[in-house]
């Protein structure tokens, strides 16, 4: 496993890390959920990625227990805070105080005494910035978190923040979590990468083969108990469109050129640049675990003709309705 540092934090992560949305207390079972962590960890992934709202809080509590027998130093576990996880309207959103319940309860559910990262896991339109940022850095104070981030802001909710904390002496974001694979693109590439130097944020992608589109086990067909043919997911079969099924075809090509798997060439495409400080990976078996840390070594194979090709498949794609 190869690390990079978090921005300008001096906080290390591997390059691939491991999230828990849909799998873990949801889609697998406990066994294989404990199972996949333990060969991420294995490998060297030392960052694990959750949120308050996966599998209404059951995800927070498989990854606790299964990280029980693992040294809490050697983790970076992760949670977020926005979306309705509680009753009322204090349940939802940035408020001083739906961050500080959402923060409590995550650490009881996981059995852990501080998160590493914590993330806004979206902008809260309804509770100033200044609210956010002071609550974020009250709960660094405390211990109850080493860095705060943010999940899908936009570029100038980022710089925002940034400058009030810098007004106010508050620590601020050190961490942006957008989404970012092959078909969606711009936000990151156009908005979020210029700006990470100068506000010193790294970024953690994530969503690296959408959602299991790009590892091409769709291109024929719909398999059965995979994410896309799950019902209660069914908002997200939208991303099984011909235009981007013709691209994960032609992608795949490019990928046994170089002698690799498609995820691996999706996952280790997002390592080419310096900005993303992680990609967080999702999976179903222990075997996508293997198979997609090896993308570390993609980045190597990516010569100019090589990414001239991806270009030119990908072409001047735009998000489709993200
Ligand atoms: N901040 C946010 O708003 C946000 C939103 C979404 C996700 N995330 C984070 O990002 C993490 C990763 O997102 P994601 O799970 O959507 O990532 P993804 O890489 O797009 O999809 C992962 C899924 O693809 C399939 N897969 C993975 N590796 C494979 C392989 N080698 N071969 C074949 N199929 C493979 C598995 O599902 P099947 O077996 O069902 O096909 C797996 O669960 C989440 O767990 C979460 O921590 C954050």
Redesign the pocket.
Known sequence: MNYRRMGASGLKLSEISL?????FGE?IDDKTASAILHAAYDHGINFF???DIYARGRAEIVMGEAIRDLPRPSLVLSS?VFWPTMEGPNGKGLSRKHILESCHASLKRMGVEYLDLY?C?RYDPETPVEEVVRAMDDLVHQGKVLYWGT??WRGGQLAHACGVAGEGGWYPPAVE?P?Y?MLVRTIVEDELVPLADELRFGMVT???????L??G?YNDSTPGN???SLERYNWLHGILNDRDLGITRKLAGVAADLGV?L?QLAIGWLLRLPQVSSV??????VE?VH??VKAIEVPARLTPEVLERIESILGNHPPPGD
Do not use: M, Y
Not at 19 to 23: C, I, K, Q, R
Not at 206 to 212: A, D, N, V
């Open positions: 999230g828990a949305w849909v799998t889609q990625d959750n949120a977020k993330f896991h999940s899908e979590q989404h694979n994530w969503s690296p083969l959408r959602s299991g790009l590892s086990k995979v994410r896309l798997t995820p967080i990976t999702g999976a179903t078996r996508h198979e997609n």
